[in-house]
Nanobody, 125 residues
Framework: QVQLVESGGGSVQAGGSLRLSCEAS????????MGWFRQAPGKERKFVGY????????DLADSVQGRFTISRDNAKNTVYLQMDSLKPEDTAVYYC??????????????????WGQGTQVTVSS
């Protein structure tokens, strides 16, 4: 079983940047495909980005394409979400998650087996 801890959240003005980190412990991160999701108050958890085990393939939600980048450093057991040109609508709790058994539907929260506790991102206008 893997444990995930997110960090790097905070408050920033529109147009600013943040880099979120998700550090794994318990098992080697390279065993898992990873995803980032976000959840705004009163709304469902939504897909943000995905990265395969080897980082050979990534995918990002249309709403963050061109502004966010997902990457991983398996040697550091860490996955990153670089967020640039932030907008107020990016405000949410951001979660990282790991897939143990790949189902193909990485854009669905139900595809993930392990979750971090989340980190708050607040973007002011």
């Amino acid at each position: 079983q893997v444990q995930l801890v997110e960090s790097g959240g905070g408050s920033v003005q529109a147009g600013g940047s943040l880099r979120l980190s998700c550090e794994a412990s318990g098992r080697t991160l390279s065993n898992y495909a990873m995803g980032w999701f976000r959840q705004a108050p009163g709304k469902e958890r939504k897909f943000v980005g995905y990265i395969r085990r080897s980082a050979s393939d990534t995918d990002l939600a249309d709403s963050v394409q061109g502004r966010f980048t997902i990457s991983r450093d398996n040697a550091k057991n860490t996955v990153y979400l670089q967020m640039d040109s932030l907008k107020p609508e990016d405000t949410a709790v951001y979660y990282c998650a790991a897939i143990d058994v790949y189902s193909g539907r990485y854009y669905l929260a139900t595809a993930y087996d392990y979750w971090g506790q989340g980190t708050q991102v607040t973007v002011s206008s």
